[in-house]
Nanobody
Framework: QVQLVESGGGLVQPGGSLRLSCAAS????????MGWYRQAPGKERALVAT???????NYADSVRGRFTISRDNAKNTVFLKMNSLKPEDTAVYYC????????WGQGTQVTVSS
């Protein structure tokens, strides 16, 4: 079993920045990839970014160049630094870990509005 706890969401103005954190606990040795997904009202959950244990990253086209995913293996934590935020980035952001199955965090709200 893997437990994921997200933090760092909130309200930010367009053009602003936020950093999300996801702390993993439990059977963390089994995790081979972690990532962030988001779900806006009325839309399906969609990939934002992923990072492998070795540090290989992947980004959705809509966030590439603005968001950066990173991980601290010693602290079992994954981060998502979000810059140049736009109103269309407003969503609930979920942390995901892939091990013997997929695990999800509880989600954290990000609202980009003036």
């Amino acid at each position: 079993q893997v437990q994921l706890v997200e933090s760092g969401g909130g309200l930010v103005q367009p053009g602003g920045s936020l950093r999300l954190s996801c702390a993993a606990s439990g059977s963390i040795a089994s995790i081979y990839i972690m990532g962030w997904y988001r779900q806006a009202p009325g839309k399906e959950r969609a990939l934002v970014a992923t990072i492998t244990r070795g540090g290989t990253t992947n980004y959705a086209d809509s966030v590439r160049g603005r968001f950066t995913i990173s991980r601290d293996n010693a602290k079992n934590t994954v981060f998502l630094k979000m810059n140049s935020l736009k109103p269309e980035d407003t969503a609930v952001y979920y942390c995901n870990a892939q091990a013997e199955r997929g695990y999800w965090g509880q989600g954290t709200q990000v609202t980009v509005s003036s």
